[in-house]
């Protein structure tokens, strides 16, 4: 009998340990599953200058946004078109929802925030976003990815804050006059416009993969189904055909149509 017991015992220990050292999480977990390694090598080396081909710090990358975006110039997330940083409001029937000033300009949006990107990383825990833009060098090039980069109506860009993509509502209450774009404060979630949540999963899909960033599997199911959803169109072709003359490098999500396949399956 008690050999018998033993046996037992030892089946159940290998059982838990196969479950313990099993890459991916059973879906009853609210642990992410791990994403691959990154395909590309990350370079280091950061460039200057508006015609200097690579990646840049945040800094200068936004110094060339402008040229990515010329004959462009629509907000992210209401579509709004803007002159310059000034946003026209009648374009979009955009109505400011408390701060006139921050939405009157256009500011440039991590499509993954900076805080996505680096609160795991020592620097982060060292001194928070600005110890990791000054020492890091994978946060440095993340952090100026042309590729991860948009105009935004500074009131949203501030609003949304470091909260993930989530889709909840199909008619939601508009938050910003006409914009369709809305945030949920309480539970730390935005529901972007119909008409970008194509490309803003294609981008996230990047950036995560890239990086080596985790994302958990309710919110990659959700940028895998967005990403199918709503095709690549012409102005993701022609935004990433300059982010390569810029910076080198564009996101394949865009130009090889076995990557989502691959990273979605």
Known sequence: MRAILLLV???????????????????????????PAPTADVPFD??????TVGHRSFANAKKVLPYVFAGMEQDFY????????????????????????????????????AWTIGHQRQCWQDGGRQRCTEMD?????????????VPAVGEVNADRSNFAYSMWERDPAPMYGACPTVVDFKLK?????????GRAARITLYMYKTYGLHLSDQDRK???????????????????RRIVRWQGRGNPFVTDATELKRSCG
Request: glycine share 6%.
């Open 9 to 35: 015992s030892l089946m159940l220990a290998g059982c838990n340990a196969a479950f313990i050292h099993d890459p991916v999480v059973d879906q009853r977990s609210s642990r992410p599953s791990p994403l």
């Open 46 to 51: 950061l460039v200057t200058g508006k015609t």
């Open 78 to 113: 209401c579509g709004c078109s803007y002159v310059g940083t000034a946003v026209d409001f009648a374009s979009c029937g955009y109505v400011p929802r408390r701060n006139l000033t921050r939405a009157s300009r256009i500011e440039w949006e991590h499509v993954v925030p």
């Open 137 to 149: 060098p994978v946060f440095q090039v993340a952090e100026g990815d042309l590729n991860n980069l």
């Open 189 to 197: 979630r935005v529901q972007p416009r119909e008409g970008v949540r």
């Open 222 to 240: 959700l940028m895998c189904a967005w990403a199918r959803r709503y095709p690549i169109d012409d102005w993701e072709r022609e935004r990433n």
